[in-house]
């Protein structure tokens, strides 16, 4: 069974940190193969694409919202993928999740944009909240 199990959300200040962590199971192939995703989505607004990091290469690509405070990365070997989230602001405030791109589709590239259905990410997790507030 192919799962995607996000954790690390909490309530976090202004200004603090936190790092999300994603654990793969049940996938045929090394957590490199895939390309992976972070979304988010705040209450009553569209998901947006935070950060996805390609298969193999490990391209990286950050939503303008928040170049230069978050940083994806991944662990092959614990086949976890994580979004570090630094100087945190209260619109950051969303449920965040993975997702991953089974290969060879995109030839192992990443995109933040997806369809409404996900598209064309493949496996989601369920999220985990962050909450950013005084």
């Known amino acids: 069974q192919l799962q995607l199990v996000e954790s690390g959300g909490d309530l976090v200040q202004p200004g603090g940190s936190l790092r999300l962590s994603c654990e793969a199971s049940?996938?045929?192939?090394?957590?490199?193969?895939?390309?992976i995703g972070w979304f988010r989505q705040a209450p009553g607004k569209l998901r947006e694409g935070v950060s996805c990091i390609a298969a193999s290469s490990g391209v990286t690509y950050y939503a303008e919202s928040v170049k230069g405070r978050f940083t994806i990365s991944r662990d092959d070997a614990k086949n976890t993928a994580y979004l570090h989230l630094n100087s945190l602001k209260p619109e950051d405030t969303a449920v965040y999740s993975c997702?991953?791109?089974?290969?060879?589709?995109?030839?192992?590239?990443?995109?933040?944009?997806?369809?409404?259905?996900?598209?064309?990410?493949?496996?989601w997790g369920q999220g985990t909240q962050v909450t950013v507030s005084s």
């Open positions: 997702a991953v791109i089974d290969p060879p589709k995109l030839f192992g590239q990443c995109v933040l944009n997806t369809s409404p259905s996900g598209l064309p990410y493949d496996s």
């Open positions: 049940g996938f045929p192939l090394p957590l490199d193969a895939y390309a």
